[in-house]
């Protein structure tokens, strides 16, 4: 079956919350809350099969011009199946249709991110996002995770 992909609605909150929390739990992921969830629902995108929610991803805006994905998930059975390029591609014309320019992700998987066209760059080039976010991050001090970023081409 083809997973499809739609913008999220409210009674996705709970298996998105699901989702990001399976995988926070092993430090893969930022777990969100519920009511975080619903204060940002316009910016998340979810992917179904047969009707069953399997993964979810979401857009944070930090400049005019710069944006990230965040909140990247597939389920473990769901795999390997397309569903995570789908749901970039989704969140990246998301991010062009609202005018933005630049897209960045900060990953434990860069080798997903190289095969969508992303590049790995230093967080020093990241002062919007190092300085207005991670700085409240609790690893913030030992940070691991790598940097990518992607030109949005206008369509
Ligand atoms: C990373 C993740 C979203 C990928 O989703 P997915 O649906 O399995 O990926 P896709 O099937 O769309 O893969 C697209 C391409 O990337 C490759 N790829 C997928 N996961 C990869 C990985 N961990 N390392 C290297 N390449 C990977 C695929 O083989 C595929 O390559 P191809 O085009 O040559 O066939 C998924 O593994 C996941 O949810 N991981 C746990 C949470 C996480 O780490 N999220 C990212 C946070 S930034």
């Not at 399976?22 to 969100?32: C, K, N, Q």
Request: charged share 25%.
């Amino acid at each position: 079956m083809t997973p499809s992909i739609r913008a999220a609605k409210v009674e996705d909150i709970p298996m998105i919350g699901q989702l990001l929390h399976e995988y926070a739990s092993d430090g893969r992921l930022l777990g969100r809350s519920e009511s975080e969830i619903k204060s940002r629902l316009e910016d998340f995108v979810v992917s179904e099969i047969n009707g069953r929610i399997c993964g979810c991803g979401s857009l944070e805006i930090f400049t005019t011009e710069l944006g990230e994905v965040r909140s990247l998930a597939v389920d473990p059975e769901n795999h390997d199946k397309g569903i995570g390029r789908l749901m970039v591609n989704q969140i990246e014309s998301m991010a062009l249709s609202r005018g933005l320019s630049r897209i960045i992700a900060l990953t434990y998987v860069p080798g997903f991110f190289s095969k969508l066209g992303y590049r790995i760059v230093s967080m020093e080039s990241l002062p919007e996002k190092v300085f207005g976010v991670c700085v409240s991050c609790p690893k913030f001090d030992r940070c691991d995770e790598i940097a990518m970023q992607k030109e949005l081409a206008l369509l």
